[in-house]
């Protein structure tokens, strides 16, 4: 069950369209950044509580965390996922 959840935010991701859309439904975001605080990537929480998945634009993966399980499902790297999120970074 918890990879298939994570394929499935996978694929989501690979057929995005609209990164903005997609970005209402994140529960939070950690930055990922260079030692001068420049914007490198970030790790999308996406659903929280059991399970835990995070969505990781450095490694292009989706983890999924379930007491002792993990599962990990790679998505296609996403410019506008990129860029929207570098856009909040660089805004805050």
């Known amino acids: 069950m918890l990879q298939d959840n994570c394929d499935h935010i996978a ?3 690979d057929s ?21 605080k420049k914007f490198k990537a970030a790790r999308v929480l996406v659903a929280f509580g059991g399970p835990n998945i995070w969505v990781n634009t450095q490694t292009n993966t989706v983890e999924g965390y379930w007491w ?10 996403n410019e506008d996922l990129d860029s929207f999120l570098e856009e909040i970074y660089t805004s805050s």
């Open 68 to 77: 002792n399980d993990r599962a990990n499902a790679y998505f296609k790297s």
């Open 16 to 36: 995005l369209i609209d990164a903005g859309k997609w970005m209402e439904d994140a529960l939070d975001i950690e930055w990922i950044t260079f030692q001068d």
């Open 11 to 13: 694929k989501d991701i």
